[in-house]
Nanobody, 119 residues
Framework: QVQLVESGGGLVQAGGSLRLSCVAS????????MGWFRQAPGEQREMVAQ????????NYADSVKGRFTISRDNAKKAVYLQMDNVKPDDTAVYYC????????????WGQGTQVTVSS
């Protein structure tokens, strides 16, 4: 059984920065990809960023390229999302995900953390 616990969400002004963290319990060594998805009110859940196990290759949504950076620490079983130059459109619940492939989520989800960007 794998559990994912996110932290780091909150209220931030446009142009500011925020760092999300996700810590996994249980074995994640078999997972191909870990990542972050988000869901705004009335919208479908969408991929934000994903990263391969060796942290060499990452995949980003076009809307966040150049502003967000995903990283992982396999020793700590953690994945991070550094969000810089945030925009009001980034407001959403952000979910940690494990076990998927690029552009497709895996079966394991965190409970979500709210990010609100004020203009």
């Amino acid at each position: 059984q794998v559990q994912l616990v996110e932290s780091g969400g909150g209220l931030v002004q446009a142009g500011g920065s925020l760092r999300l963290s996700c810590v996994a319990s249980g074995s994640i060594f078999g997972f191909n990809v870990m990542g972050w998805f988000r869901q705004a009110p009335g919208e479908q859940r969408e991929m934000v960023a994903q990263i391969m196990p060796r942290a060499i290759i990452a995949n980003y949504a076009d809307s966040v390229k150049g502003r967000f950076t995903i990283s992982r620490d396999n020793a700590k079983k953690a994945v991070y999302l550094q969000m810089d130059n945030v925009k009001p459109d980034d407001t959403a619940v952000y979910y940690c995900n494990a076990g998927g492939s690029f552009n497709s989520p895996g079966e394991f989800w965190g409970q979500g953390t709210q990010v609100t960007v004020s203009s």
